[in-house]
């Protein structure tokens, strides 16, 4: 049974930083493209960030240059540096393989960024 937990979300004034994790169990991730999702209030789920099974990652055009994907094979967990936050970055945070598999979504980790 494959379970995606995200973490570190938490309040933030607008310019500030958090670390987003998301710890897998019942998938290896180093062998799956994975993804970090968010939707915001009121919105669709959206595409932030990919990353390869090879290592190479992408960024909607909205975060790029400010997130970083990065992962941990040994630990078997993906993370997102997010840099430079704006109050439109507010949403729930998701992970999940790419393409995603509606069995594998988690509870997402809230991140709210205060003007």
């Known amino acids: 049974q494959v379970q995606l937990v995200e973490s570190g979300g938490g309040l933030v004034q607008a310019g500030g930083s958090l670390r987003l994790s998301c710890a897998a169990s019942g998938i290896i991730i180093s062998r799956n493209a994975m993804n970090w999702y968010r939707q915001a209030p009121g919105k669709q789920r959206e595409l932030v960030a990919t990353?390869?099974?090879?290592?190479?990652?992408d960024y909607a055009d909205s975060v790029k240059g400010r997130f970083a994907f990065s992962r941990d094979n040994a630990k078997n967990m993906v993370y997102l540096e997010m840099n430079s936050l704006k109050p439109e970055d507010t949403a729930v945070y998701y992970c999940n393989t790419d393409p995603p598999n509606n069995r594998y979504w988690g509870q997402g980790t809230q991140v709210t960024v205060s003007s």
């Open positions: 990353m390869t099974s090879g290592g190479s990652t």
